[in-house]
DNA sequence: TGGTATTGTCATCTA
DNA sequence: AATAGATGACAATAC
């Protein structure tokens, strides 16, 4: 391996694989490509709790045709797995496909550390363990599947338990003049291991106990044409022993970048037609789509899947097809719909225009309609075989968020990974190569120049499913950007969680962006609706101090007419009892004595007398007159 | 069609 | 200085 370095670093640049002679690179990409090889029934953005505590979603899932339903998922990035290398991920998938009941689950340690490995650039790490687990092959060491997990990545000991794959020592002992026939019988003892129905997998431990156990046979054996006839159909390449094509020597002479082994070969594995990779390019996707629809198709058990950047299919993927591994999503999602015919700008353009919106989704448009120049380029066989625009226009919305996922057979995503394999997907059969590429700049115009429409309200509900109606423009925003994480979760996840998750996670400017906006937005949002609340609530409070000080108002108006009533009658027992007194009391002379001369005053010592009222004092006369 | 309540959003202030 | 929360103001929408 001559060059390594993380694919999603600078803006998209390439991990470019050298794929040199050596079996422990092949093996790498082997697994590389098998990692991609996820049991069926994943959804988009699934999220995929790893042993290591971190999470990773599904970004993109595409069906098998000929097995029933059965699919592969990917992985939105190994850069969500961690980085630290002293602690690979672990138990990827393993319980939650386990969960899903699906028949095979890759292996899951050594896989994610292979991958990991490599996507780090930690190459030593990945050879490492490719050489432990070659030791640990010719040494006989393994204790089964669940050994996977109990062996020490980077090198420290065997990681796979080689001895316990069904592919045992029997396989090790065939013939090195037969390695196809090896090959075949890994498949058939594979798939006789771990097909259930429909569903069969080919076991990635089986398939690196078959490399590691014999590597020169393997590799030399290998003829660098077609060996034997396709197999006839997915049984037969399932249940019997199948000479497959595989062209190593075409495999290990190419480029190929990571970037490529991960999103576009793995669909195009599974065509095996000779025919076909030598047709020109748009035929032979054509031809693909096609193809992945008929018995043709092997989904796990054709060692042919396992090597799909080595397939000549590469040859016609050129870099133009490729270069651009950071453009996001977002863009796809333009390009997808644009590139279809009959397609309304609009019916992307609403996603940004709608008022208000200032993430920067509109704003940031000079990086974004770079790159979507770029994946307009490189996206010519998905715009060729799109044909219909409104199906993926409304698929499209259907992302990660909110956890409203599409069904697997619907998920023809618009991203640039997916669009490269939904030539897997049935409605592409009969497409003709439409490259409306002028809508692309008219919408782009659109989403740039103008933010308000009249009547965009009802033009923009016309695009909107059922399902999107009920979505608030945030979740429908971050659908379109398949962002994976629900808004709900955005929104509440803690400060610490939420930069975190940031940093973890492979997004675009713009997806952070957008979840930046959709956390401030969602934010303020229930701070405004607190505020609000707490000011009905200031306001009820104050109605009710009103009431009941208006209800204290009436008892105290209540309680003073009744002192008033009261003083007045005490007055009035006080005027009747001063009469009688002085009706009672006579001089020294028996005369009566009247009120008008004399008034009645108590002393301190609390005796009454009578006193002349000149001799009062004023303020004695004032009460005596009060009280009479 | 106008009034009103509700809600989302932005700008700004505050702690 | 940066940041999250609070709040006023405005607009869109529904009734």
Not at 427 to 442: D, E, K, M, W
Request: glycine letters at 8%; one cysteine or more.
């Amino acid at each position: 391996m001559k060059s390594l370095k993380p694919w999603w670093s600078d803006g998209g640049s390439l991990l470019h694989l050298t794929i040199l002679l050596s079996l422990a690179e092949l093996r790498l990409d082997l697994d590389l490509d098998l990692y991609l090889l996820f049991p069926p029934r994943t959804l988009l953005g699934d999220e995929l709790l790893l042993q290591n505590g971190q999470t990773s979603h599904i970004f993109a899932h595409r069906p098998f045709p000929a097995s029933g339903g059965s699919g592969r998922a990917e992985l939105l990035h190994p850069k969500c797995w961690g980085r630290d290398p002293a602690a690979p991920p672990e138990g990827l998938l393993l319980r939650e496909v386990r969960a899903l009941g699906v028949p095979f689950i890759p292996s899951t340690r050594v896989d994610a550390w292979l991958v990991h490995s490599v996507a780090t650039g930690d190459a030593d790490g990945a050879h490492a363990l490719l050489g432990a687990a070659a030791a640990s092959s010719a040494g006989g060491v393994g204790s089964g599947v669940d050994g996977v997990s109990q062996a020490a990545p980077g090198g420290g000991g065997g990681p796979r338990a080689v001895q316990s794959s069904p592919l045992a020592a029997g396989e090790e002992e065939k013939a090195p003049a037969e390695p196809t026939a090896q090959v075949s019988d890994a498949g058939g003892l594979a798939s006789e291991r771990y097909q259930n129905g429909t569903d069969a997998f080919f076991s990635l431990e089986d398939l690196f106990q078959l490399l590691s156990s014999q590597p020169e046979n393997l590799f030399e054996g290998i003829p660098l044409g077609d060996i034997a006839p396709l197999p006839a159909s997915i049984n037969d390449g399932m249940n019997s022993p199948t000479h497959y094509n595989v062209n190593f020597s075409q495999a290990i002479s190419q480029d190929v970048s990571l970037h490529e082994a991960m999103l576009l070969c793995s669909d195009n594995t599974f065509r095996r037609d000779p025919v076909a990779r030598t047709s020109q390019p748009q035929e032979q996707i054509l031809q693909l789509s096609s193809i992945t629809n008929t018995e043709q198709t092997l989904p796990g058990t054709n060692l042919t899947a396992f090597l799909p950047f080595v397939d000549n299919q590469m040859r016609y993927l050129s870099q133009d097809h490729l270069y651009d591994l950071d453009i996001n999503i977002f863009d796809d999602t333009n390009l997808m719909s644009l590139a279809t015919g009959g397609f309304d700008p609009m019916e992307v353009s609403w996603l940004l225009e709608e008022p208000g919106y200032d993430s920067g989704l509109s704003l940031d448009s000079s990086n974004n309609s770079t790159s979507v120049i770029k994946s307009n380029s490189s996206h010519s066989i998905c715009e060729g075989a799109t044909g219909s625009s409104s199906d993926f226009s409304h698929q499209d919305l259907e992302g990660a968020v909110g956890g409203d996922y599409p069904e697997p057979s619907k998920l023809c995503h618009m991203n640039d990974r997916s669009a490269f394999h939904f030539h897997s997907d049935l409605a592409f059969q009969h497409v003709s190569h439409n490259h409306t590429y002028h809508l692309q700049s008219s919408a782009l115009e659109s989403t740039s120049d103008s933010f308000s429409w009249p009547g965009k309200s009802q033009k923009i509900s016309r695009y909107l499913n059922d399902t999107d109606r009920n979505l608030s423009r945030d979740e429908r925003r971050a659908k379109a950007l398949h962002i994976p994480f629900s808004v709900d979760e955005i929104i509440r996840m803690p400060v610490d969680s939420f930069n975190s998750m940031l940093s973890r996670h492979y997004l675009t400017d713009l997806q952070v962006s957008l979840i930046r906006d959709i956390r401030r937005r969602g934010k303020n949002k229930v701070a405004a609706q607190n505020c609000r609340k707490r000011k009905l609530d200031v306001i009820l409070n104050l109605e009710d101090d009103v009431c009941s000080l208006q209800a204290k108002k009436e008892t105290l108006k209540r309680e003073q007419s009744q002192c008033h009533k009261a003083i007045n009658i005490m007055k009035q027992k006080l005027h009747h009892l001063y009469h009688d007194v002085f009706s009672r009391l006579r001089d020294d002379q028996g005369r009566p004595v009247s009120p008008n001369q004399y008034a009645l005053q108590c002393t301190h010592d609390g005796s009454v007398v009578i006193v002349p009222k000149e001799l009062m004092i004023p303020g004695q006369k004032k009460e005596n007159q009060k009280g009479k």
